[in-house]
T-cell receptor, first 113, second 113 residues
Framework: AQSVTQPDIHITVSEGASLELRCNYS??????LFWYVQSPGQGLQLLLK??????LVQGIKGFEAEFKRSQSSFNLRKPSVHWSDAAEYFC???????????FGTGTLLAVQP | SQTIHQWPATLVQPVGSPLSLECTVE??????LYWYRQAAGRGLQLLFY??????ISSEVPQNLSASRPQDRQFILSSKKLLLSDSGFYLC????????????FGDGTRLSIL
């Protein structure tokens, strides 16, 4: 069965430090991969997506992610974190013609001043 | 541009009362529509999705139902709410092509007393 794993439930980084959020997926075919961000009490905002082609994708707010097929991973990175990046981050994999998404359980990011 | 609206933003209902949450999308035609529930500390659970008017697929057996009376309107309902129906409900839409991401509304916080 398809699944998405975000092994880090909670991460704290200092403002200005680099960030990497991990995501591993289990999927039989080439997946559609997404990262979303959710601020408290809000909906999810799309950060970036991967369908095919260049395995390093750029997103909004200075985020990027790299698809590594050999590791079944799609890790999210940012070179310098801002306090406004504090939020919950969800990795998701799409499947089927209806693009039903399977979400990971999320990683809550806290940013220290 | 496309927009998605959910209302109400918050709702407090007694056990056993009915429920109706509404979601509308503007600026697109024949979108795929989705209802998710997000419980505290957990990821998103897909409840229903729809690929067209009157076409509803249920992902998990539960106390809720969904309807799509118009192309860009998606309604989540219940005849009698349970305590376990509490949560954050999110509506999402997607263009018809499989490789397009889902876009989320701002959600409804439902508390059952």
């Amino acid at each position: 069965a398809q699944s998405v794993t975000q092994p880090d439930i909670h991460i704290t980084v200092s403002e200005g430090a680099s960030l990497e959020l991990r995501c591993n997926y289990s999927y039989g075919a080439t997946p559609y991969l997404f990262w979303y961000v959710q601020s408290p009490g809000q909906g999810l905002q799309l950060l970036l997506k991967y369908f095919s082609g260049d395995t390093l994708v750029q997103g909004i707010k200075g985020f990027e992610a790299e698809f590594k097929r050999s590791q079944s991973s799609f890790n999210l990175r940012k070179p310098s974190v801002h306090w406004s990046d504090a939020a919950e981050y969800f990795c998701a994999v799409g499947r089927g013609a209806t693009n039903k998404l399977i979400f990971g359980t999320g990683t809550l990011l806290a940013v220290q001043p | 541009s496309q927009t998605i609206h959910q209302w109400p933003a918050t709702l407090v209902q007694p056990v056993g009362s009915p429920l109706s949450l509404e979601c509308t999308v503007e600026g697109t035609s024949n979108p795929n529509l989705y209802w998710y529930r997000q419980a505290a500390g957990r990821g998103l659970q897909l409840l229903f999705y729809s690929v067209g008017i009157g076409q509803i697929s249920s992902e998990v057996p539960q106390n809720l139902s969904a309807s799509r009376p118009q192309d860009r309107q998606f309604i989540l309902s219940s005849k009698k709410l349970l305590l376990s129906d509490s949560g954050f409900y999110l509506c999402a839409w997607r263009e018809g092509q499989p490789n397009q991401p889902q876009h989320f509304g701002d959600g409804t916080r439902l508390s059952i007393l």
